[in-house]
C-alpha cells in the first residue's frame, strides 16, 4: 500500500500543507518515522519531538502546524484521523471470504452470503450468521443465536445458545458470551443452582477483548448497549446492563444486575458490587471499589497508591487505630475548650 | 413445556391457593411475569411489586401468602423452589445423547454409556469419562482423567493429564484444570521451572465459572470438596485446598498452598495470599486483601470504598502521615497532661 | 523411572552422604515421602520434619546436612536441585513427535525435524515452527509468526499473525498472545478503533500462564525480555516492555505503554497503570496499585489488609474524615504553643 500526500488529503478531506506528490506506505511514532511514513501529533507531551521528526508527513492541528516545517494535514483531531488513516496499513488477514471445509454448520443455521467461516467452527442450529461476518478458527457458537453484519469473531471465541450480536461487533480470542450467571440458592444439604434462562444481548459497534467473560441472564438478558468498549479479561456478570459509548479497561468486574449509564470511562481492575447503578458519565480510577449508586456525573477512586513496603506497614497499622485516633483527637479537643 | 397448577403442586409436594387447573408455561419476575408465567417472592425488598405482579402463580411463604391475592405456592424457602421449579423450562441442549464423529478417543479411553462427546472433542489414553456426562463441542481431555457421572463440560474447556472431576459437575467454557502451577527456583543465570507433579481433584457438585483456571500441585494435589462453587475468571494456584459448599465470586485469587475452610462465602476480586488457612463460615468482603490466615469465623473487609476523586487524593496523601499524626496527637496527649 | 543415589549424584554432581545404592523412583515432601522417593529442604520452616523423614534421600545444605541422620545429597541451592532432580519424574506427555493428520498447516508454514502438531491444530501462511516444539491440541497460529525451538504451546492457546516467540518458551492452556490492544480515539458519534499494526516479541525461556494475555502494539512491538515468568490470568496491554527474569503472580494487570525492569518481582492482583516504568529489581506486594514511575529499588505495597467488617467500617469512615482530622490536629498544636 502505497498513496500520495494528495490522495490522502482528498480522501480524509483533509487540508495539506506540503509536498503533494510525495509518497507514503505506512504508520509510525514522530520519534521513528522515516521519510516514507505517516504519523501524528495529538498529545502535547510529544510537541518537542516534532523538530526532529524524519516523518514523510505528520496530522496535527492548525496550531501545531505553525511550528512545524514539514509536510503536514490539518485535523481538528489528529488522533481521531491517525485511527483513520491507519486502517489503510493493516494487512488484510482475510483474503478470502469462505467457508473451510471443516466448519460443522447446522442444516438450519442461515448464512448470509460473503461470510468466512474458518477451520473447525462450530454453528448450531437456526443460529443466523449475517454478511460480511467473519468468524476465525474454532469458533463455537450455539443454538438459537444472531450475528448480524460486519462482525469479526475471532479465534477460540464461544457464543452460548440464544445470544445475539449486533452488526460491526469484535469479539476478541477467547471471549465467552452467555456462559451461566452465577446463581445459587442455599438449600439444607448444599446449594441448588438457579437456572439460567435469560440470554446475552450485544449492541451494534462493540468490541470485546480477548479472554473477557458475558454471563446469560437469570430471568431477562445481560446487555450491552451500542458502542460499548469492553478491554481484557473482564468479567460481566448476569442482568448487568451496560450503557452506550461506556469503555472498561481491562480485569474490571461488574456483579449481577448492576446497571452503568452512557459514556461512563472505567479503569482496569475496577470492582462494581451488584444491584447498583452508576449514571452517565461517570469515571472510575483504577482498581476503585464501588459499592453503592453513584448518581452525580464525575470522577470517583478508592484505592491509595504505593508506598515503600515499610512505611506503609505503619500506615496501615495507624489505619486500624484511625476510629480511636479520632476520638482522642476530640478529647483533646474538650479539654481545650474546657481549659479557656 | 405447560404444565398445570395442580401438577407442579404435586411434583414439588407444595400446597397451592388458588385455581388448580391454571396452566403455566414459564417463569419470570414479578414486574414482567404473565398469566402464563410463574413467579416468586424472596427477598422483602421486592414484596411492594406483588399488589401489582400479573403472574399466574407465585411462590412465596406462608407470611407473604396472606397479602397476595392470586395463584400462590407455599414453600419455606421460595428460592430455592423456584431454582428446581424453573429447571422444567430449560431448553435441553442436548437432545441427542451421541458421540460426534469427529472427537478424537485415545483407544485405551474408557467411555460409559450414554455419554455426549461434541465436534472436534480430544480425549486422551487412559482417559474415564462416566455415564450422563456431556462434553460440548472442542473440550480438550488429556492421558489418565477421570470425569464421573451426569458431568457438563462446556466448550473449550482444558482437563490436563491425570486430573479427576468428580459427578454431577459442571465446567463452564474457557475452564483450564491442570495447568501447571506457577513454581520457580532461582539459579545465578536466571529462573529454573519446578516440575508440577500433581493433579487436579474436584469433588462432586462442584460448578467451576468460565474462564476459570485451576493449577495442578507440585507434589500433591490440588483439592475442591464436594459442593464448591466458583464464577468466573478465578484463579486457584497449585495445592490449594478448598472445602465443601464454599462459594466465591468472580475474579477471586487464591495463591499456592492456601487452605478454604468449609461454607465461606468469598466475594469477587477477593485476593488470599499463599500458605496461609482461612476457617469455616468466613466471610470476605469484595477485594479484600488476606494476608494472614483466619482463625475466627466472621466478615472480613479490606478496601474502602470509593471517594470522589478530589476528596480522595486529600484522604490518600493523609494515609501516608497517619503514622506522623498519630505521634502528634500523642505528643499533644502528653503536654495536656502534664499541663494539668 | 528409578535411579540409584550414586547415579543420582554422578548426574547432578552432587556429594552424595549415606547408602550409594538405594534407589528411588519419585519425589515427596519431607511429611509424605516414602523410602522410595527423594524429599529436599529448602525453607527452615519445615526444618522439624526433618527428623521423622521417611524420605530415602533429602537434598539439602552442607549445614542443614549436620543435623540429618538419613541419606542426603549436599547442594547449594537444595530448591533449585530439587527442581533439576524433579524433572526425571515427569511422565512424558508427547511420547511420538509427529504432526496429527486433523492439523490443518499452510502450504507456506515451514515446520521443522521433530516437531509435535496436535490434533486441530491450525498454522497460517508464512508461519514457522522451530525444531523440537511441541504443539498440543486445538492451538491456533495466525499467519507470518515464529516460534522458535523446543517450545510447548499447550492446548487451546493463540497466536495472533505476525507475533513472534522465543526458544524454550511454554505457553499454557487458553493463553493468548497478539490480541488488539485497547486503542481508542473518542469522535463525535462515539469510539473510533485505533488499528493496532505492531505485534508481540516474546524472548528466550519465557512461561505464560494459563489465560493470560499479552496485547499486540499500536505502532511498536509489545515485548517480554529473556525468562520473563508470568502466571495465569495476567493481562499486559500494548506496548508494554518487561525486562528479563520479571516474574509475575496471577492476575497481575499492566496497562499500555508501561516499562517494567529486569529482575522484579510483581505479586498477585497488581496493577501498574500506562505509560509509567519500573526500575530494576523491584517488588510489588499482592494487589498493590502503581500510578507513578519508580525509580528506586525496593519493596512497595498499597493494600491495607483485611479487619473485622464492623470495625473495618469505622476505620473505613474515618478514612473520608482524614483530612479534617489532620486539620483539627493542626489547630490543637497552634493553640497549645499559643498557650504556652
Redesign the interface.
Known sequence: MKISLNELATQFGLELVGNENHTING???LA?ARSSELSFLANTKYKSELKETQAGIVVLTRQDSRIFDGNALIAN?P??M???I??L???N?YPDMCIHK?A?IAESAIIADNVAI???C?IGENSNIGQGTIL???V?V??DCTIKKNCII???V?V???CNIGSRV?L???V?IG??G??????KD??????Q?GAVEIGD?C?V???T?I?RGT??DTILA??V?L???I?I?HNVQIG??T?M???S?V?GSAKIGNNCLIG??V?I?GHIEICDNV??????????S?TKP??????????????????????????K??K??KD??R??NE?K
Open positions: 504508520v509510525s511514532t521513528k483531531d488522533y481521531v491517525f485511527a483513520k491507519a486502517c496499513f493493516q494487512n488477514q471443516t460443522i474458518g477451520p473447525y462450530v476465525e478458527a474454532h463455537v450455539g443454538n475471532k479465534s477460540q464461544v452460548s445458545f440464544g469484535i476478541h480470542p477467547g465467552i456462559a451461566d452465577f446463581g445459587l440458592a442455599r438449600d448444599g446449594w441448588v443452582k438457579v437456572p434462562l459497534d468490541e477483548g480477548a479472554n467473560t454471563d430471568l431477562e451500542q458502542d468498549r478491554d481484557n479479561q468479567q456478570a452506550k459509548h469503555v479497561a481491562g480485569c468486574a456483579a482496569g481492575g470492582g458490587v469515571t472510575l480510577q483504577s482498581m476503585a471499589l464501588v459499592t453503592h453513584i464525575g470522577s470517583y477512586s478508592s484505592v491509595s497508591p504505593i508506598q515503600e513496603t515499610q512505611a506503609w506497614r505503619k500506615s496501615a497499622v495507624r489505619i486500624k487505630q484511625l476510629d485516633l479520632s482522642r483527637v483533646l479537643e479539654k481545650n481549659s
